[in-house]
């Protein structure tokens, strides 16, 4: 009889709309930091308006094709571009020489500007020397300084490569240096104690627990390289994604243009999105303790 | 391996901000940890209880007197003593078990004979079922207990614990405290071990030392068998209500009470000239 009861009871509450239970959130969600909660439905939907008006500007007429050519005539360009080529190189050789240029100069980085950071966070000389002239040169334009690279080292591809791997340089190895100081006393302590030696507790402590940095640090360095990309390939140059970008707009080729912006942004998307798998693969622990 | 640990006449003096200026962290500190013995300090804070634990790991030198672990001055940190930190201060990039047997690696002890090692010591503190787990999988009482197993891997003369349970809630540190006193009295190492929990000090400590600040300095000691009577009863709740226990307690919550009440008037003084 209870159990009927009691049945009913519950029946005749959530019949009754104004006691329907309202879903229970957890804190942080109501009255929490803004912003939370999953975007991604919104991203996607924004990128198919953007489509969506870029059609409906473009097939209207209300914007001339030379200032935004449609998509359908980008796509034909694209094509065209892979098959014929623009200004006497296909599209795949623009984009092979524009990464060996930023690829180039990223590994260059890597292997300077990360061993440098990592002197500079735990050696007091090193840091002394390093630091003004990073911080002075870190936040000019590239555009500032090509024309002493010019006059210094030519046309050539060294100067294209040096300019990119300048861009990269600083916060490659600011990021290095940071991760230096991410390790925490206790830790150090504790490997001492534990009969390590000066070079182990760098080795093996120090450098570990910088990775999430550099890592951090490399993301920002291949960013700034596509970003230099374009200026580096204004010197001199008869190839390059950033060339193609430069040359085309000289003839008002909107259409090529935007199809050396969408090969930039797809190279730079992609390769972060392998970059952020690694980083879930080899630092699993970044952010947790 | 039945070596004491010796604090003969030990001062330590930082400089102050001012240039010239000197700060008196520790005065005229003499303290024998006996072979075997467990010694716990308690103090209001600011007395230099964890100074004291810098001196004996050789994190710090003292500026006057010496430290002396057998007959061996200590200059320098080192395996033959083993530091529990309060926070965990484990590297999040190895495994449990790998954290444990880091230092035998850093010793160059191949990999079999470590391993062995420190799956005994997991053992010890009762992880054994969580070699390979990562150290963010796991609770902060189990990140302390893989602090405890690394600390004894290298077969360390002492073990140094500063306010290792500080961290943990007060149902996980009743439990590591009976696993620490497990501990002690199968490896019948020594301990010295800093606390703000004066129950918690009385209860694990054969002896126990009471420091007070301004300079640092050890004003009180006592000899205690709390924790004899634990290992015969196993009772810890009842060991703790007992009448001297409870006596014994607020004695000592007096003295540091009285200590941080001097600070506080001191405090105002100079806040008021």
Same mark, same amino acid.
């Given at each position: 009889? *209870?159990?009927?009861?009691?049945?009913?009871?519950?029946?005749? !509450?959530?019949?009754? *709309?104004?006691?329907?239970?309202?879903?229970?959130?957890?804190?942080?969600?109501?009255?929490?930091?803004?912003?939370?909660?999953?975007?991604? &439905?919104?991203?996607?939907?924004?990128?198919?308006?953007?489509?969506?008006?870029?059609?409906?500007?473009?097939?209207?007429? $209300?914007?001339?094709?030379?200032?935004?050519?449609?998509?359908?005539?980008?796509?034909?360009?694209?094509?065209?571009?892979?098959?014929?080529?623009?200004?006497?190189?296909?599209?795949?050789?623009?984009?092979?020489?524009?990464?060996?240029?930023?690829?180039?100069?990223?590994?260059?980085?890597?292997?300077?500007?990360?061993?440098?950071?990592?002197?500079?966070?735990?050696?007091?000389?090193?840091?002394?020397?390093?630091?003004?002239? $990073?911080?002075?040169?870190?936040?000019?334009?590239?555009?500032?300084?090509?024309?002493?690279?010019?006059?210094?080292?030519? $046309?050539?591809?060294?100067?294209?490569? &040096?300019?990119?791997?300048?861009? $990269?340089?600083?916060?490659?190895?600011?990021?290095?240096?940071?991760?230096?100081?991410?390790?925490?006393?206790?830790?150090?302590?504790?490997?001492?104690?534990?009969?390590?030696?000066?070079?182990?507790?760098?080795?093996?402590?120090?450098?570990?627990? /910088?990775?999430?940095?550099?890592?951090?640090?490399?993301?920002?360095?291949?960013?700034?390289?596509?970003?230099?990309?374009?200026?580096?390939?204004?010197? /001199?140059?008869?190839?390059?994604?950033?060339?193609?970008?430069?040359?085309? !707009?000289?003839?008002? /080729?909107?259409?090529?243009?935007?199809?050396?912006?969408?090969?930039?942004?797809?190279?730079?998307?992609?390769?972060?999105?392998?970059?952020?798998?690694?980083?879930?693969?080899?630092?699993?622990?970044?952010?947790?303790? | 391996?039945?070596?004491?640990?010796?604090?003969?006449?030990?001062?330590?003096?930082?400089?102050?901000? %001012?240039?010239?200026?000197?700060?008196?962290?520790?005065?005229?500190?003499?303290?024998?940890?006996?072979?075997?013995?467990?010694?716990?300090? +308690?103090?209001?804070?600011?007395?230099?209880?964890?100074?004291?634990?810098?001196?004996?790991?050789?994190?710090?030198?003292?500026?006057?007197?010496?430290?002396?672990?057998?007959?061996?001055?200590?200059?320098?940190?080192?395996?033959?003593?083993?530091? +529990?930190?309060?926070?965990?201060?484990?590297?999040?990039?190895?495994?449990?078990?790998?954290? +444990?047997?880091?230092?035998?690696?850093?010793? #160059?002890?191949?990999?079999?004979?470590?391993?062995?090692?420190?799956?005994?010591?997991?053992?010890?503190?009762?992880?054994?079922?969580?070699?390979?787990?990562?150290?963010?999988?796991?609770?902060? #009482?189990?990140?302390?207990?893989? #602090?405890?197993?690394?600390?004894?891997?290298?077969?360390?003369?002492?073990?140094?614990?500063?306010?290792?349970?500080?961290?943990?809630?007060?149902?996980?540190?009743?439990?590591?405290?009976?696993?620490?006193?497990?501990?002690?009295?199968?490896?019948?190492?020594?301990?010295?071990?800093?606390?703000?929990?004066?129950?918690?000090?009385?209860?694990?400590?054969?002896?126990? +030392?009471?420091?007070?600040?301004?300079?640092?300095?050890?004003?009180?000691?006592?000899?205690?068998?709390?924790?004899?009577?634990?290992?015969?009863?196993?009772?810890?709740?009842?060991?703790?209500?007992?009448?001297?226990?409870?006596?014994? %307690?607020?004695?000592?919550?007096?003295?540091?009470? #009285?200590?941080?009440?001097?600070?506080?008037?001191?405090?105002?003084?100079?806040?008021?000239?």
């Amino acid at each position: 009889m *209870r159990e009927i009861g009691h049945r009913a009871g519950i029946q005749s !509450a959530s019949e009754d *709309r104004k006691f329907r239970p309202k879903r229970s959130v957890a804190p942080g969600e109501q009255f929490g930091v803004p912003g939370q909660g999953d975007s991604r &439905l919104i991203s996607i939907s924004t990128i198919f308006a953007l489509l969506l008006l870029w059609v409906a500007v473009t097939e209207t007429q $209300i914007v001339k094709p030379l200032f935004l050519p449609s998509p359908t005539l980008v796509y034909e360009k694209f094509i065209l571009v892979v098959n014929v080529g623009f200004a006497n190189s296909t599209l795949f050789e623009h984009t092979l020489i524009s990464l060996y240029r930023v690829f180039g100069a990223f590994l260059l980085a890597c292997v300077t500007a990360i061993p440098i950071g990592i002197m500079m966070g735990v050696n007091r000389i090193v840091r002394g020397i390093f630091d003004p002239p $990073i911080e002075f040169y870190r936040p000019l334009p590239p555009l500032a300084y090509l024309p002493l690279v010019i006059i210094w080292f030519g $046309i050539g591809e060294f100067s294209k490569v &040096l300019l990119i791997y300048l861009a $990269i340089f600083a916060p490659m190895a600011i990021s290095a240096r940071a991760g230096v100081r991410s390790v925490s006393i206790e830790q150090i302590h504790a490997a001492y104690s534990m009969g390590a030696t000066a070079s182990q507790v760098i080795r093996r402590v120090i450098l570990k627990s /910088a990775l999430p940095e550099i890592f951090t640090g490399m993301r920002i360095g291949i960013g700034v390289g596509w970003t230099t990309l374009v200026a580096g390939e204004m010197v /001199a140059s008869t190839r390059g994604v950033g060339f193609m970008v430069l040359n085309a !707009a000289e003839f008002l /080729a909107s259409d090529v243009v935007i199809v050396g912006i969408f090969v930039i942004g797809t190279f730079a998307f992609g390769f972060d999105l392998l970059m952020r798998y690694l980083e879930r693969t080899f630092i699993p622990w970044k952010g947790k303790v | 391996m039945a070596a004491s640990l010796h604090l003969d006449q030990v001062g330590v003096t930082f400089p102050g901000r %001012r240039p010239g200026e000197e700060v008196v962290a520790l005065e005229d500190i003499n303290l024998t940890i006996e072979a075997g013995s467990f010694v716990v300090v +308690v103090g209001a804070s600011g007395c230099g209880k964890t100074t004291l634990l810098n001196l004996m790991a050789g994190f710090i030198s003292p500026s006057q007197g010496q430290v002396l672990l057998g007959n061996k001055s200590i200059s320098a940190p080192g395996p033959d003593r083993g530091v +529990v930190f309060q926070k965990h201060a484990l590297l999040p990039w190895l495994n449990v078990i790998e954290n +444990v047997e880091f230092g035998l690696d850093l010793q #160059g002890v191949p990999k079999e004979e470590r391993r062995t090692i420190a799956a005994n010591n997991l053992a010890l503190v009762g992880l054994q079922d969580f070699q390979k787990h990562a150290i963010y999988q796991l609770s902060g #009482g189990m990140q302390q207990r893989v #602090g405890i197993a690394r600390a004894l891997t290298s077969n360390p003369a002492i073990l140094l614990m500063d306010e290792p349970m500080a961290a943990l809630d007060a149902l996980t540190r009743e439990t590591i405290q009976e696993l620490l006193l497990d501990v002690w009295s199968k490896t019948q190492k020594m301990i010295f071990f800093i606390t703000h929990s004066v129950e918690e000090a009385l209860f694990m400590a054969t002896k126990l +030392v009471v420091m007070s600040p301004r300079p640092g300095r050890i004003t009180h000691s006592y000899e205690l068998d709390f924790q004899a009577r634990f290992l015969r009863s196993r009772d810890a709740r009842a060991v703790k209500s007992e009448p001297d226990f409870i006596r014994m %307690r607020e004695t000592i919550l007096g003295i540091i009470y #009285g200590d941080e009440k001097t600070l506080n008037v001191a405090q105002g003084a100079i806040n008021n000239a």
